[in-house]
C-alpha cells in the first residue's frame, strides 16, 4: 500500500554496487589462509565493517566461534593438530607433504602402515585416539576436533600448568595418563617365505606394504621373475626408489622396494625400529640389472673380474630384493662371522644387531651396512 501524499513522488533508491574492501577480519591481522586454515568459512563478508581497535583483542574468540572443520582433509588435519601431530597454522584443508608427514608419525605411533594416507583404518584411529582426549577435558566424544574441543584442551593444559596451546602433544597426553604410542606384539616376527632364491611372482605382498608388481630379478646369475613390494615410511635413497631416476621402480615414492618373500621381515622390522624411535633407513634395497652392470663398470676390480666389493651382475642380493643397505653405517670386515665388522656406537646397527635374526635378516660379514635373508655361513 503507498504512503505518499497527494503530489510526492516516490523517491529513488540509489544502486548500491559491492566496492573491494578487505574483509575486516583480514584488516584487523587475519589472512584469509588463516581463516581457511581454520577449516571454515567466512561469516557476513559482504556486510561487515571494520572491526574497532578495541575488539581486536576478541578477535581469535570470534573467529573459534565462525568457524568449523568441513572437508575431510580439514577434519583430518584438526584432528593431527588437536593430537600434536601438526601445527593449527598448518590446517588448510589441502593434503600437501606436511599433512602426509603428520599422517605417517601418526601412524606409526599407532602401529599402522605408515604411508601418509588416511584410509578408513587410519581415520578410524584418530578418532578414537582423539575421543580419548575430548574424554579427559570434558566436551562431547565425537571424535572430531573443532574450536570447541581445541579451547578445552587449551583451558585443560592451563589448569594443569601446561603450554595452553590446544594441542594435545606428549606432555600432554603424559600429564593425561593416557598411552600416546603402542608397541607391536613381541609374537609378531614374520619370517622370510622359502625360498628366497625361487621365482615369487605368486607370492602376494606382506600387509600394509605396496604392490610394485612383477618384475625382473637375477638369482646366481639367472633372471627370475619377482615381486616386488614398497615398505611405507622405511625411506630409501636407493634410485630404484627415487621418482624421475633412470632406474625407478613406479609406486615406490621414495620407499624401500624389497622382495615379496621378505616384505614381511623387513617391514615388521622397520615399524619395530619406529616404535622404539630408532632412526632407519636404506642407501639402496631393490637393484635392476642395468644399474648394477652401471656399477661394476664405474669400478675398476669388478671391470677385471674381481668381485670382492661389487657384485658380479646378476649374482647382487639387491638384484633379487632381499637385501637392504642401511643408511648411517659404515665398516668392512672379515669374511666369516669370526672376524666380521661390527659398530656398537652406531644406534640403527646395535638395534639390527639385537632385533634382524629374530625377523629371519642377518648381516654379511664384511660390510655393516649389509643386511639380508640369504641362509649362508657368512651370514651372521
Known amino acids: 500500500m503507498s504512503h505518499l501524499r497527494p503530489g510526492e513522488t516516490p523517491e529513488r533508491t540509489p544502486l548500491c554496487l559491492p566496492t573491494h574492501r578487505p574483509h575486516p577480519r583480514v584488516r584487523a591481522g587475519l589472512t584469509i589462509a588463516a581463516l581457511i586454515a581454520s577449516g571454515g568459512t567466512i561469516a557476513g563478508a559482504a556486510t561487515a565493517t571494520a572491526a574497532p581497535a578495541a575488539t581486536t583483542a576478541r578477535t581469535a574468540g570470534a573467529l573459534s566461534a565462525i568457524v568449523a572443520p568441513r572437508s575431510a582433509a580439514a577434519k583430518r588435519q584438526w584432528n593431527l593438530a588437536g593430537l600434536g601431530y601438526l601445527s593449527y597454522a598448518g590446517v588448510d584443508g589441502v593434503v600437501g607433504s606436511a599433512t602426509k608427514a603428520a599422517t605417517e608419525r601418526f601412524q606409526s605411533d599407532q602401529c599402522l602402515a605408515a604411508d601418509g594416507i588416511a584410509g578408513p583404518t587410519t581415520n578410524a584411529k584418530l578418532a578414537a585416539v582423539m ?12 571424535g572430531q576436533n573443532g574450536p570447541n574441543t581445541r579451547t578445552a584442551i587449551a583451558n585443560w593444559q592451563r589448569r594443569n600448568g601446561l603450554a595452553a596451546d590446544g594441542m594435545a602433544g606428549p606432555a600432554t597426553f603424559a600429564k593425561m595418563g593416557l598411552p600416546r604410542t603402542c608397541s607391536p606384539p613381541p609374537t609378531q616376527r614374520p619370517q622370510p617365505i622359502p625360498n628366497v632364491y625361487a621365482d615369487s611372482s605368486n607370492v602376494s605382498c606382506y ?28 625411506k630409501s635413497s636407493s634410485e630404484e626408489s627415487t621418482p624421475g631416476s633412470r632406474y625407478y621402480i613406479p609406486g615406490a615414492d621414495g620407499d624401500a622396494v624389497v622382495n615379496s618373500r621378505v616384505s614381511g621381515p623387513f617391514s615388521a622390522l622397520y615399524q619395530l625400529a619406529r616404535s622404539e624411535r630408532v632412526p632407519m633407513s636404506a642407501s639402496s634395497t631393490f637393484r635392476t640389472m642395468a644399474h648394477q652392470k652401471a656399477l661394476c663398470d664405474a669400478n675398476a676390480a669388478c671391470r677385471q673380474g674381481d668381485y670382492s666389493w661389487v657384485a658380479q651382475p646378476g649374482h647382487s642380493g639387491h638384484q ?5 643397505d642401511y643408511a648411517g653405517i659404515s665398516g668392512k670386515g672379515g ?7 661390527r659398530v656398537p656406537a652406531n ?14 635378516i642377518k648381516q654379511y660379514s664384511a660390510e655393516a651396512w649389509h643386511w639380508d635373508a640369504f641362509p649362508l655361513a657368512n651370514r651372521c
Open 131 to 142: 575421543r580419548s582426549v575430548q574424554a579427559k577435558v570434558g566436551v562431547a566424544q565425537d
Open 320 to 324: 633379487l630384493g632381499v637385501a637392504v
Open 347 to 360: 644406534a640403527t646397527w646395535r638395534f639390527l644387531e639385537a632385533n634382524a635374526r629374530s625377523f629371519g
Open 207 to 234: 600387509r600394509g606394504t605396496r604392490n610394485l608388481g612383477v618384475h625382473d630379478g637375477y638369482s646366481q646369475g639367472t633372471r627370475i621373475r619377482v615381486r616386488l613390494c614398497a615398505v611405507p615410511g622405511f
Open 335 to 341: 669374511r666369516t662371522c669370526s672376524s666380521r665388522v
